[in-house]
């Protein structure tokens, strides 16, 4: 099957909102199309889903990540950074997949997917 990953990175509001939002809008055809779905937040982008801020754009970021767990989008996040943040138990609370990054930046080469960053 085909994979196409959503990558986010970036934690301005404009990489969190798009990012976030165009995985959504990726889940609702991906399945008819035969295409498996995947995100991975890493970094800043990462670090957003855990930190206290009620600015609209990254509340809403937050929620979307929840959204797309809750749909059954498999969500990943970097286990070394998680840990290094003490943020392990929060991710994995939330829905995510801890894994290293290496591990998954290898596999997506492996499985052929194709990769889109924010």
Do not use: W
């Amino acid at each position: 099957m085909a994979k196409t990953v959503i990558f986010l990175f970036h934690d301005d509001n404009a990489s969190l909102d798009t990012g976030s939002h165009v995985a959504e809008r990726v889940r609702q055809v991906a399945f008819d199309q035969g295409v498996e779905l995947e995100v991975f937040c890493f970094g800043p982008a990462q670090a957003a889903l855990t930190e206290d801020s009620s600015d609209p754009v990254r509340a809403g970021y937050r929620q979307q990540i929840d959204a797309l767990t809750a749909a059954g989008v498999s969500v990943h996040a970097c286990l070394n950074a998680a840990n290094n943040a003490g943020t392990a138990e929060a991710l994995s609370a939330r829905g995510l997949t801890l894994e290293f990054a290496r591990d998954a930046f290898v596999r997506y080469t492996l499985e052929g997917a194709t990769v889109i960053s924010f």
